[in-house]
C-alpha cells in the first residue's frame, strides 16, 4: 500500500480515537478491506503480467486451471507479506510508544522526585510558620495580658489623679479661705493701729500745747519730774 494511503488511514485514525467516533470500527474494517483489496488488485496484475509473458516451450499460454492453485498461494504470500509488514510497522511504532513512555516515565519520575523535594521542603518550612506562629500566637498573649495590666493600672492612676486633683482643689480652697482670713486679721491690726496711732498723736498734741512749766510727759508716763527751781528749800529762804 502506498505512503499516502498509510498517511491518510494514519489520519483517520488519529481523528477517530481524538474525536471519539462511534464507528470507529467501520472505519478500521474498511480500511483493512481497501488493503486486502489493493492487494488482490496488485496480485492480479502481478498474474495477468506473469500470465503473458510466462509462455511454455511450445509458445502455448497456460490453462487457468493449473495456473489456480499458484494463484491462490501467490495471494496467499503476498497477505502474508502484507501482515508481516504490517506488524513489523507495529512492532516500530509500539517500540517508538515503548521509548517514549520510557522517557515520559523517567520524566515524570523526575517530576515526582523534584515534587517530593519541594514538598519536603514546604512541609518543613510549614512547620518553621507553624512554630513561628505559635511563637507569636503566645507572644500576642503575652502582650494582651500585659496591655490589660497596664490599662488597669492606667485607669487606676487616673483614679488616683482624679482624687488628687479633688484634694488639690480642696487644699487650695481652704488656703485661699485662710487667707482670705488672715487678711481680715490684717486690715483689723491695721486698722486698730492706725487708730491707735491717730489717737496717740491727738493726745501728744493736747500735751506739747501746754505751757512748758507743767508737768512734761517722759518716757514712763507714771513718773512726773520736778523743776529744780521749785525744790522746797528754795521756797523756805
Not at 487616673?158 to 487644699?171: G, H, M
Not at 486679721?185 to 507743767?214: F, T, V
Not at 519730774?225 to 521749785?230: N, S
Amino acid at each position: 500500500m502506498e505512503a499516502w494511503k498509510s498517511h491518510v488511514r494514519s489520519a483517520l485514525i488519529y481523528r477517530d480515537c481524538s474525536q471519539k467516533e462511534p464507528f470507529y470500527g467501520l472505519f478500521t474494517k474498511v480500511s483493512r478491506l481497501e488493503e486486502m483489496l489493493s492487494l488482490h488488485t496488485d496480485v492480479l496484475e502481478d498474474l495477468e503480467r506473469g500470465r503473458t509473458q510466462s509462455l511454455n516451450k511450445n509458445g502455448v499460454l497456460q490453462c487457468p486451471g493449473e495456473e489456480k492453485n499458484p494463484s491462490i498461494l501467490y495471494l496467499q504470500l503476498k497477505e502474508e507479506e502484507q501482515v508481516r509488514k504490517k506488524l513489523h510497522q507495529k512492532v516500530s511504532d509500539l517500540t517508538s510508544d515503548l521509548y517514549m513512555k520510557e522517557a515520559e516515565l523517567q520524566y515524570c519520575h523526575s517530576q515526582i522526585s523534584r515534587y517530593r523535594s519541594e514538598a519536603v521542603l514546604l512541609a518543613r518550612g510549614a512547620c518553621c510558620v507553624k512554630n513561628e506562629l505559635s511563637e507569636y500566637e503566645y507572644q500576642l498573649e503575652s502582650q494582651s495580658k500585659v496591655l490589660a495590666a497596664l490599662q488597669l493600672e492606667q485607669k487606676t492612676l487616673r483614679e488616683e489623679l482624679a482624687i488628687a486633683y479633688q484634694e488639690k482643689e480642696e487644699l487650695l480652697e481652704r488656703w485661699l479661705e485662710e487667707k482670705r482670713e488672715e487678711a481680715e486679721r490684717i486690715n483689723k491690726h491695721n486698722a486698730a493701729l492706725e487708730r491707735w496711732r491717730n489717737y496717740a498723736g491727738r493726745l501728744s498734741k493736747r500735751l506739747y500745747s501746754r505751757p512748758r512749766q507743767q508737768i512734761r510727759p517722759t518716757a514712763n508716763p507714771q513718773v512726773i519730774q520736778r523743776d529744780p527751781t521749785d525744790h522746797p528749800s528754795n521756797k523756805n529762804n
